[in-house]
């Protein structure tokens, strides 16, 4: 019996710890990742940026729903959408 599906979450799992980037609406609840960078327009990278979300800055997501997170950066605790979440990638 092959079980694709189950075999399938573990490689992901396997590529997210090998460095694979994944948007931070895909990032599980309780993991810690870090940011490798920011996609958008200059004035929404230069806001993320003074919220703390630069490369390399350690991002713990303590809830999510649907793909919009709540977020713990440098002390502080964001909520964010899933449209921005999906402009912050991650290792």
Known sequence: MDNTIGSGRV??????R??????LSMVNEGETVSVARVRGKQELRQH???M?????????VVSRVSGD??????????????DIAMKIVTC
């Open 48 to 50: 993320l940026a003074e």
């Open 11 to 16: 490689a992901a799992q396997r590529e997210v």
């Open 52 to 60: 703390g979300f630069v490369q390399g800055s350690s991002v713990q």
């Open 69 to 82: 997170v709540v977020v713990k950066v440098k002390g502080a605790t964001f909520a964010l959408n899933r």
């Open 18 to 23: 090998s460095g694979a980037q994944l948007p």
